[in-house]
């Protein structure tokens, strides 16, 4: 039992689909989340600048005292996971394994594509995951750069965003895939549009539900979880009755930018965002 809060990090704003999943799921959990937004987008840079924000970041947290480190970025999670797993004394919780088992699962034919960021294409960590948990396996992995400005422009429909998805997932359309991981945090905003380009026999695989899942069982197992969440049942977690734990929230510049697009995201108020130094 610890009341320390659970720290969630992102390049920017996208990191915000994995808090919301995780604070439906342990309302009981206090949250800090931290968006890179002075460095965003990390996409677009190497595994090493990537690398070396990400320990950055997860100094600042260690420093508010969080008891767990969830990098609810693809690109980092990619890039830095194992670094980070080394260096903190922390457990660390990131999005790519949560997405590969939930993609297995979902696979009938094996055939999975993987849309993400060039550097988390570039990196082939979804493919090495999804094939350790299901050998044989045919992977077809694509970046769609321009998802996440789109995404950061509210443009979640209408024609322009619909042209350039069906362009980016042209070359998936005649590869017979049946699951397709949506391998950013923007790009679960966009699933309408998407899913209308791919067609219903494709199942679209959102890391964030199954990554709060995560959390919660690696909280479990190391005795860590929030006495507001222990103890209730899983129904009831998820109705999020009982007390609810707080949410701060860091970024690295514009704050008030954050705030108005974040509550696009989350669907409720963001009262405040304090603006961190590093
Ligand atoms: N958060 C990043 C990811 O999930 C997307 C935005 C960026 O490129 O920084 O890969």
Partial sequence: MNLNPIGIFDSGIGGLTVLKEIHRQIPGENLIYFGDTARVPYGIKSAETVRRFSLEIADYLVRHDIKMLVVACNTASAAALNSLRESLPIPVVGVLMPGAYAASRATHTGRIGVIGTE????????????????????????????????????????????????????????????????????????????????????????????????????????????????????????????????????????????????????????????????
């Fill in 119 to 278: 550097s988390t294409v570039a990196s082939g960590a979804y493919d090495r995951l999804i094939r350790n948990i299901r050998p044989g396996a045919e992977i077809f992995a694509l970046p769609c750069p321009l998802f996440v400005p789109l995404v950061e422009e509210g443009r979640l429909t209408g024609e322009i965003t619909a042209l350039v998805a069906k362009e980016y997932l042209a070359p998936l359309k005649d590869k017979e895939i049946d699951t397709l991981v949506l391998g950013c945090t923007h790009y679960p905003l966009l699933k309408p549009v998407i899913g209308g380009v791919m067609g219903s026999s494709v199942a679209l695989i959102d890391s964030a539900d199954e990554t709060a899942r995560e959390v919660m069982r690696v909280l479990t197992k190391n005795a860590l979880l929030n006495p507001g969440d222990r103890g209730r049942p899983a129904g009831e977690r998820e109705s999020r009755s009982g007390s609810t734990g707080f949410i701060k929230y860091y970024v690295t510049d514009a704050p008030e930018r954050f705030k108005a697009i974040g509550e696009r995201f989350l669907g409720y108020e963001i009262p405040q965002v304090e603006k961190a130094e590093l």
